[in-house]
């Protein structure tokens, strides 16, 4: 309660936000590309990094949310959270079926392991759908990835230009190294370093800077548009941009051509030109900086038909085949078809067909074809120029992961396999979003006519399970 003073107008008293979900996401978006991937928490039975952990909390604070009505938290249909329940439920009856024969008991861990995994994956996809309920709380999330990215992008420049690696200084107490052999963190190609910054291999940095890219020129033309300051997000994209080249991964460069072609489809011609331009620029810079650098770009993909790594993933087809013909349903289990132990399948498709048979693979794919579709639909839906262009980054986003399954076994890597969780539940945040930007006018004109209507719309929850009216997120 503020005393009043005579004479003197009483300052508005601005209660401190709290914690909801779109903080929480944040945090494990921080923590994720913050702390390095090859370090588990010390003293659990299973090799869990602290980004797993948080996410597996995050699936505790949705479950709870759920059982209350106070939360803010979305409880109404949403064809993003139905597809990841699809895929769970896929996950488990494949994990049931398989564990129920035999299994070397190093391959039955490992499918324990993998099933706690996919758990924090379904996790990040519900927090963000029915938690995230503003697109101020949804910025939040995705500058905090961007941030995160440019940091990764950072180390990833330190090691590419300096040979300089951070991960060494960044061992915290509580942790330790998660594998008991040394991954390094810089290898080799065409007498170039490449780098991985935080993430496990350079393979998985670089696709998953080509999805952070897009990411941060939106949040750059946003601020922009709306008048704020544009030059940090750009920034980060630029630094993000050079951990792409450093990471000298192919795979990369096609899952960002693939994106760039969604974006420049669906740009205004203002917005085509000035990345046009930003990309001849950059090309420049990379041309001073480093190098040799697009020379090897170029060779990699001219020579593409003689390039060992492509021959490599190409001859195991047969070995793929036939695992999969002993079990083309259910597969021999999740995360049981691992390296030193088989042969390694440089593609997500070919694997996933071994390891959780087609069910699991239709599954894999379905979730991400499921964000994509609705991210496009709330582009058709929504007029806010904002609201269109994010989810045309979000579709462009998530066709990278799509693209990069057939040049690497994508799920095998944390890192990039939960950011695009995390893009998948931003597409089923904003569809939540628009269903409700839609519905408000009508209920307002309901109110307005009807006196009995308008008491009861406050307290009543929104449509499609979006909470209480008093609370926009949880």
């Given at each position: 309660?503020?005393?009043?003073?005579?004479?003197?107008?009483?300052?508005?008293?601005?209660?401190?936000?709290?914690?909801?979900?779109?903080?929480?996401?944040?945090?494990?978006?921080?923590?994720?590309?913050?702390?390095?991937?090859?370090?588990?928490?010390?003293?659990?039975?299973?090799?869990?990094?602290?980004?797993?952990?948080?996410?597996?909390?995050?699936?505790?604070?949705?479950?709870?949310?759920?059982?209350?009505?106070?939360?803010g938290?979305?409880?109404?249909?949403?064809?993003?959270?139905?597809?990841?329940?699809a895929?769970?439920?896929?996950?488990?009856?494949?994990?049931?079926?398989?564990?129920?024969?035999?299994?070397?008991?190093?391959?039955?861990?490992?499918?324990?392991?993998?099933?706690?995994?996919?758990?924090?994956?379904?996790?990040?996809?519900?927090?963000?759908?029915?938690?995230?309920?503003?697109?101020?709380?949804?910025?939040?999330?995705?500058?905090?990835?961007?941030?995160?990215?440019?940091?990764?992008?950072?180390?990833?420049?330190?090691?590419?230009?300096l040979?300089?690696?951070?991960?060494?200084?960044?061992?915290?107490?509580?942790?330790?190294?998660?594998?008991?052999?040394?991954?390094?963190?810089?290898?080799?190609?065409?007498?170039?370093?490449?780098?991985?910054?935080?993430?496990?291999?350079?393979?998985?940095?670089?696709a998953?800077?080509?999805?952070?890219?897009?990411?941060?020129?939106?949040?750059?033309?946003?601020?922009?548009?709306?008048?704020?300051?544009?030059?940090?997000?750009?920034?980060?994209?630029?630094?993000?941009?050079a951990?792409?080249?450093?990471?000298?991964?192919?795979?990369?460069?096609?899952?960002?051509?693939?994106?760039?072609?969604?974006?420049?489809?669906?740009?205004?011609?203002?917005?085509?030109?000035?990345?046009?331009?930003?990309?001849?620029?950059?090309?420049?810079?990379?041309?001073?900086?480093?190098?040799?650098?697009?020379?090897?770009?170029?060779?990699?993909?001219?020579?593409?038909?003689?390039?060992?790594?492509?021959?490599?993933?190409?001859?195991?087809?047969?070995?793929?085949?036939?695992?999969?013909?002993?079990?083309?349903?259910?597969?021999?289990?999740?995360?049981?078809?691992?390296?030193?132990?088989?042969?390694?399948?440089?593609?997500?498709?070919?694997?996933?067909?071994?390891?959780?048979?087609?069910?699991?693979?239709?599954?894999?794919?379905?979730?991400?074809?499921?964000?994509?579709?609705?991210?496009?639909?709330?582009?058709?839906?929504?007029?806010?120029?904002?609201?269109?262009?994010?989810?045309?980054?979000?579709a462009?986003?998530?066709?990278?992961?799509?693209?990069?399954?057939?040049?690497?076994?994508?799920?095998?890597?944390?890192?990039?396999?939960?950011?695009?969780?995390?893009?998948v539940?931003?597409?089923?945040a904003?569809?939540?979003?628009?269903?409700?930007?839609?519905?408000?006018?009508?209920?307002?004109?309901?109110s307005?006519?009807?006196?009995?209507?308008?008491?009861?719309?406050?307290?009543?929850?929104?449509?499609?399970?979006?909470?209480?009216?008093?609370?926009?997120?949880?």
């Amino acid at each position: 309660m503020t005393a009043r003073v005579p004479g003197l107008t009483a300052a508005p008293v601005v209660a401190p936000r709290r914690a909801d979900a779109a903080t929480l996401a944040g945090l494990f978006a921080l923590v994720l590309l913050f702390v390095p991937a090859r370090l588990a928490v010390a003293g659990l039975p299973l090799s869990l990094t602290p980004a797993e952990i948080v996410a597996l909390s995050l699936g505790v604070v949705w479950a709870c949310a759920q059982m209350v009505s106070t939360t803010g938290v979305a409880k109404g249909p949403n064809p993003v959270r139905t597809a990841v329940f699809a895929y769970a439920l896929v996950i488990l009856a494949v994990y049931g079926y398989t564990t129920s024969l035999y299994l070397p008991s190093d391959e039955l861990n490992l499918a324990d392991h993998t099933l706690v995994l996919y758990f924090g994956y379904v996790s990040l996809v519900l927090i963000m759908c029915d938690g995230v309920g503003t697109r101020e709380r949804l910025d939040f999330v995705l500058k905090a990835l961007v941030a995160g990215g440019t940091f990764a992008a950072a180390v990833a420049l330190l090691q590419f230009r300096l040979d300089l690696d951070l991960t060494q200084y960044l061992q915290l107490p509580g942790l330790r190294p998660s594998s008991t052999e040394e991954v390094p963190t810089v290898i080799s190609r065409s007498a170039l370093r490449r780098v991985s910054g935080t993430l496990g291999h350079p393979i998985e940095f670089g696709a998953l800077s080509a999805m952070l890219l897009p990411l941060a020129a939106h949040l750059g033309f946003q601020a922009h548009r709306r008048g704020q300051g544009a030059v940090r997000w750009w920034l980060c994209a630029a630094v993000i941009a050079a951990g792409l080249m450093f990471s000298v991964s192919r795979t990369a460069v096609l899952g960002l051509a693939g994106a760039g072609l969604i974006l420049l489809v669906g740009w205004n011609n203002r917005r085509r030109l000035a990345a046009l331009v930003a990309f001849g620029v950059f090309l420049g810079v990379m041309k001073v900086l480093a190098p040799g650098l697009l020379g090897t770009f170029y060779n990699l993909f001219a020579g593409a038909g003689e390039d060992s790594s492509i021959i490599y993933r190409t001859h195991d087809y047969p070995w793929a085949i036939r695992e999969f013909e002993r079990s083309p349903i259910f597969g021999r289990g999740p995360g049981t078809w691992y390296p030193y132990k088989h042969q390694v399948f440089d593609n997500q498709y070919l694997l996933s067909l071994v390891e959780t048979g087609l069910l699991g693979m239709l599954g894999f794919v379905g979730v991400i074809v499921t964000g994509i579709v609705v991210a496009l639909r709330v582009r058709r839906m929504s007029s806010d120029p904002d609201v269109r262009n994010l989810a045309l980054t979000v579709a462009a986003c998530l066709l990278i992961p799509l693209l990069g399954a057939a040049t690497f076994d994508l799920l095998s890597f944390p890192g990039i396999t939960s950011v695009m969780f995390l893009f998948v539940g931003t597409a089923g945040a904003l569809l939540r979003m628009e269903r409700r930007a839609a519905q408000t006018p009508s209920l307002a004109l309901r109110s307005f006519h009807d006196p009995a209507d308008r008491s009861r719309s406050l307290t009543a929850p929104t449509g499609n399970g979006h909470g209480s009216a008093r609370s926009g997120s949880s």
